[in-house]
Structures are given as C-alpha cells and as structure tokens.
C-alpha cells in the first residue's frame, strides 16, 4: 500500500509540473508589437493575418543562443521536407543589429520579426518560455497544434505539418 500512494504522489508531481497547452493566443498576445525587417512596427494578429489558411511555423530563437544555432540545419530541413508551410522566425536577441546580422549569417529563409522585450513580453509570458529555442505550429485555423517543442527536429512539428 505503501508503494501505491508513493506512485500515485509522483503521478501527480509529474503531471501538475506540466505546462499548460493553450489552443489560442491571447488578446495581449495579439496585439502585442513586433518589428519587422524593414524597422515598421507591426502587432502579432496582423502578422498571423498575412498567413491565414495556412500552416505556420513559429520559431524563437537569439543570435546570442547556442542551441537555437544548433537548430537552424533542422529547420532547413523541415522547411525543405514542408516547403507549404509558413516559417516565422521571432528573435528575442538584444539589439536590431545583432538580429539582422544572424539573419544574413545563417541564411534564415521565412518571415522575421524581432521582439523589443525579448522572452519577457506578452508572448514569453502567456507561453510560459523558459527555454529558447522554442517551436511552436499554428494550423490553417489559428489554433495552437505545438505548444511547446525545443527542437526543430520533434516528431510533434512533422505530424502537425501532414
């Protein structure tokens, strides 16, 4: 009996120490404001807005980010084997330049977007980053299909992308 309530104790850690998944972003989410490449500032909804019907592929990264680099061939990859998808690259690096530079440096196709208030504003916050990279897919929809992947190569990422 003893063992009993010591498994179902862990059970339960295990499962209250998950993040939870949101199907939707939030309002604040939505009209928090990115910078585009061309330095116009631009809210979340009206980027997903451009990509609408379709399936969209959210990668965070940082320049200053060791395995978002280590990531990059993946999404190449991934891009290559679902060249229908969206590819939108959300950098939470420190400063515009470093951004652009990492961009060109790394030969990043997609959308680009920086985050003035990095991991720390609305999108960090209700998604709960802890850990960059980070890959997330919007489907056709809008709805959230992965939540919380950190690399390019989850299986998650290619089954939501069939």
């Known amino acids: 009996m003893?063992?009993?309530s010591l498994v179902f104790v862990l059970v339960l850690i295990i499962f209250s120490c998950k993040k939870e998944i949101r199907l939707q972003f939030s309002d604040e989410v939505l009209n928090q404001e990115y910078i585009s490449i061309e330095n116009e500032a631009i809210a979340f909804k009206d980027i997903l807005k451009q990509y609408q019907g379709k399936q969209i592929v959210i990668d965070i990264w940082a320049s200053w980010c060791k395995d978002c680099i280590v990531g990059f061939p993946k999404v190449a990859d991934l891009q290559h084997d679902k060249p229908d998808a969206v590819y939108l690259f959300l950098s939470a690096d420190r400063s515009k330049d470093s951004w652009k530079r990492s961009i060109k440096k790394y030969d990043l196709k997609g959308a680009h977007y920086f985050l003035?208030?990095?991991?720390?504003?609305?999108l960090g916050d209700y998604i709960d980053i802890d850990w960059i990279p980070r890959y997330m897919v919007v489907d056709s929809q809008g709805n959230i299909q992965v939540f919380d992947a950190?690399?390019?190569d989850d299986p998650n990422i290619r089954n939501a992308l069939k």
Request: net charge positive; proline share 8%.
């Open 150 to 152: 950190i690399e390019a």
């Open 116 to 122: 003035p208030n990095g991991t720390k504003g609305a």
């Open 2 to 4: 003893k063992n009993k």
